[in-house]
C-alpha cells in the first residue's frame, strides 16, 4: 500500500504544528510494515490528536477525553489479531494517566503514541500534566505551582516493556514508530512537539529545542529490558484454558400455583452478621418458585462487619419498574440499627400491614400489626433471627407460604445447609402461638 491517508480527508492542523509530521511519519510507519487495513485500528480522544483517526483509511474509534487507552484494550482483548494504536495529547494523558498505568502494568500488545506539545492547546493553551514550570500558559500561574511528570520514567517504572522518546520532527520518527508497532506487548512513544496555535506564542520552541529537550531528558530508546514479559492477551487466553467449567445458572422452576396473589413489599431490618441479605435471597427464590416477579435492593455500610444491613424485596405477579419500596406489606424489625435506618416507614404502615419484631427490638408507633417473637427463649442464636422471622411469615402465610419457603431455601442453600435451615424453621411452626399486640 502506497499511504494510508485519506485522501478525501487531508489533514489540517496550525502551520508548523508537529502533528502534521507525526501523522506523514505514522503513514510512513504502517507502510513498512504493511499492515492490513482491515486489521488495523486508531483510537483517540479529545485534542488534536483526536483528529488521527479521520486522517486514515483504517478502522477508528474516538472516545472520551483520556479513555483511549480503555477502547484500546478492549478492541484487542476481544480480536487479537487487530494492530492497535493509540493517539493521546498531553491533555488526555493527564486526564486518563491511571489508565496509561494500567496499560504499563498489563502489558497488553498496543502501541501508545503521546503527542506531547506541552498545553491543552485545543481549549485556550490551558497548562497540562506536561507543561514546563517556567511556561507561559493560559491558566495564569498554575503551572508554576506544579512539576511537569516525565511520562517515560513512569512508564519504565510501571511495567511498559517498550518506551521511547524523541522530537516529533525527528528524521527517524517513522523507524521509531515501526519499531514501536511491531513490538510485541505495550510500547509507549513520546513525541515532543510544537503547538503553533497557542504554546509557541508565548514560549520560544523550534526543532533545534525539541531535539535538545529529548537529549536533556534520560534516554528512552525503545525495549526495556527488565520489564520483558509475555504479552498480555497470550497470557490472559492461556490462563482462560483452564478456566471453561462455569457454574451452572440458578433456576427457579414455578412449583407453587398461588390465586389472586397480591403485589407484596417486604422490608427486613437488620445488622450486619445477621444474614439479612440472604434472608432477602431466600425470599427471592420463594416468591420465584411460584413464578412471581422478583427484585431486591439492599442497604448496609461500606464496613460491611458494622452497621445497619436492611433487604428490600418486591414480589409481584406483574412486571416491576421501580425496585424501591413504596407500602410494605411485611416489615422484619431484627435490630435497632435497621429500624432505625427506616424508622421513618413505621408511622405509615397500614392497619394490614404485617411486623414481625424481635421482642428486644424497639420500633416507632404504628397501625400495623404487630407480632412480637422472643428468638433469644427459643434458642435461635442472633445471626438466624432473620431466617426464624421469615418462618414466621410463612407460618402467617405473608407474602409467602411454608411451601415456597421450602423451595426458596433448596434454590439457595446446599443440602446439608437446606437441612440446617429446616430445623430452623420448623422451630418456628411447632412454637406455640406468637404474641400479637
Known amino acids: 500500500m502506497d499511504s494510508y491517508l485519506n485522501r478525501d480527508r487531508p489533514p489540517v492542523y496550525c502551520p508548523g504544528c508537529t502533528h502534521e509530521n507525526i501523522t506523514a511519519s505514522l503513514d510512513r510507519a504502517m507502510i513498512n510494515l504493511n499492515l492490513p487495513a482491515d486489521k488495523t485500528v486508531l483510537v483517540t480522544d479529545i485534542g488534536c490528536s483526536g483528529l488521527f483517526d479521520t486522517f486514515f483509511n483504517v478502522h477508528a474509534l474516538h472516545g472520551i477525553h483520556g479513555r483511549a487507552l480503555t477502547y484500546a484494550a478492549g478492541l484487542k482483548l476481544a480480536d487479537p489479531e487487530l494492530n492497535v494504536i493509540v493517539t493521546m ?42 507543561t514546563p514550570t517556567d511556561a507561559v500558559v493560559g491558566s495564569e500561574f498554575l503551572n508554576q505551582a ?57 514560549n520560544r520552541l523550534t526543532p533545534k529545542l525539541l531535539d535538545q529537550m529529548a537529549a536533556d531528558l534520560p534516554v528512552r530508546s525503545g525495549v526495556v529490558e527488565k520489564n520483558q514479559r509475555v504479552e498480555y492477551g497470550t497470557r490472559y487466553r492461556d490462563l482462560a484454558k483452564g478456566k471453561n467449567i462455569f457454574p451452572a445458572p440458578v433456576t427457579v422452576e414455578r412449583k407453587v400455583n398461588l390465586n389472586d396473589y397480591q403485589h407484596q413489599e417486604v422490608a427486613i431490618l437488620g445488622s450486619a452478621g445477621m444474614r439479612i441479605i440472604t434472608a432477602g435471597d431466600i425470599v427471592c427464590y420463594a416468591g420465584l418458585s411460584a413464578g412471581m416477579n422478583v427484585s431486591m435492593k439492599n442497604d448496609y455500610n461500606i464496613t460491611v462487619l458494622r452497621g445497619q444491613s436492611v433487604s428490600e424485596i418486591l414480589i409481584s405477579p406483574g412486571r416491576i419498574g421501580y ?21 421513618k416507614i413505621f408511622t405509615s404502615l397500614q392497619p394490614d400491614t404485617f411486623v414481625v419484631k424481635e421482642k428486644s427490638v424497639a420500633i416507632p408507633e404504628t397501625d400495623a400489626e404487630v407480632v412480637e417473637v422472643d428468638f433469644k427463649k427459643l434458642k435461635i442464636t442472633k445471626q438466624d433471627w432473620a431466617l426464624a422471622s421469615l418462618g414466621v411469615m410463612a407460618k402467617k402465610e405473608k407474602a409467602i407460604t411454608g411451601e415456597m419457603l421450602k423451595l426458596g431455601l433448596k434454590s439457595r442453600f446446599n443440602e446439608k445447609q437446606y437441612l440446617g435451615s429446616m430445623k430452623i424453621v420448623d422451630k418456628i411452626f411447632n412454637s406455640g402461638k406468637p404474641e400479637d399486640r
Do not use: W
Open 146 to 202: 506544579e512539576i511537569p511528570i516525565d511520562i517515560c520514567g513512569i512508564a519504565e517504572s510501571g511495567g511498559a516493556t517498550y518506551v521511547a522518546r524523541c522530537s516529533g520532527l525527528d528524521i527517524d520518527l517513522p523507524e521509531k514508530l515501526s519499531s514501536a508497532i511491531g513490538h510485541k506487548g505495550f510500547a509507549l512513544v513520546e513525541t515532543l512537539g510544537m503547538c503553533t496555535g497557542r504554546y509557541t506564542k508565548n
Open 89 to 130: 495529547g498531553d491533555g488526555g494523558l493527564g486526564i486518563g494517566g491511571a489508565h496509561v498505568l494500567a496499560a504499563c502494568r498489563r502489558n497488553l500488545d498496543i502501541t501508545l503514541i503521546i503527542l506531547n506539545n506541552f498545553n491543552f492547546g485545543m481549549t485556550g493553551g490551558q497548562y497540562s500534566a506536561t
Open 323 to 343: 425496585t424501591g419500596i413504596k407500602s410494605p406489606t411485611v416489615v422484619l424489625a431484627l435490630s435497632d440499627e435497621g429500624v432505625q435506618r427506616r424508622g
